[in-house]
T-cell receptor, first 110, second 114 residues
Framework: DAKTTQPPSMDCAEGRAANLPCNHSTISGNEYVYWYRQIHSQGPQYIIHGLKNNETNEMASLIITEDRKSSTLILPHATLRDTAVYYCIVLSQGAQKLVFGQGTRLTINP | EAEVAQSPRYKITEKSQAVAFWCDPISGHATLYWYRQILGQGPELLVQFQDESVVDDSQLPKDRFSAERLKGVDSTLKIQPAELGDSAMYLC????????????FGSGTRLTVV
């Protein structure tokens, strides 16, 4: 599975869009980009995933560059409850094992 | 919404003692995982079950850790004897066979070894 690189920490003001970058320059054609987040003292929670097209659900949007070497998770209107560690993970099709890196610690400030 | 149940929520034990954690996955989920998360780090996979069979235990310290899922439903992770370095959050997760739906994690057991 391809490795990912994320900034260790980010800050965002409440109500603004939070844009979390992820670099996955060695991603291969059948690998998906998954995002999970972990709120303090809870288990990780699935957010969204995509292959090459941009994706949107009720939680977030995922923008994947055309060359697929990087992606951005967008929380359109961040709230204090979005403060968490966000993990970007690349998974091959059919894989059933998540491998977590260090993630990005996102702090939403009032 | 279905949840992965874990107990206990917190556990304090003395080093050299035995400790056990329990996990009840979402009904119908064939795959069950145990992860360990040291403070400040991402979760690390310890063991993966498919039904009652171990699929991957390459990162499980087998001299002191054991895991079982006898009937392919709930699972127990045991540490004997516990060491100070075992202090961590132990997370259980389950998934259906379709990986695209992702995993569902429990809230974990916070272990402190003193």
């Amino acid at each position: 599975d391809a490795k990912t690189t994320q900034p260790p920490s980010m800050d965002c003001a409440e109500g603004r869009a939070a844009n979390l970058p992820c670099n996955h320059s060695t991603i291969s054609g059948n690998e998906y980009v998954y995002w999970y987040r972990q709120i303090h003292s809870q288990g990780p929670q699935y957010i969204i995933h995509g292959l090459k097209n941009n994706e949107t659900n009720e939680m977030a949007s995922l923008i994947i560059t055309e060359d697929r070497k990087s992606s951005t998770l967008i929380l359109p209107h961040a709230t204090l409850r979005d403060t968490a560690v966000y993990y970007c993970i690349v998974l091959s099709q059919g894989a059933q094992k998540l491998v977590f890196g260090q993630g990005t610690r996102l702090t939403i400030n009032p | 919404e279905a949840e992965v149940a874990q107990s206990p929520r917190y556990k304090i034990t003395e080093k050299s003692q035995a400790v056990a954690f329990w996990c009840d996955p979402i009904s119908g989920h064939a795959t069950l995982y145990w992860y360990r998360q040291i403070l400040g780090q991402g979760p690390e996979l310890l063991v993966q079950f498919q039904d009652e069979s171990v699929v991957d235990d390459s990162q499980l310290p087998k001299d002191r850790f054991s895991a079982e899922r006898l009937k392919g439903v709930d699972s127990t992770l045991k540490i004997q004897p516990a060491e100070l370095g075992d202090s961590a959050m132990y997370l259980c997760a389950s998934s259906s066979d379709r990986a695209f739906y992702g995993y569902t994690f429990g809230s974990g057991t916070r272990l402190t070894v003193v």
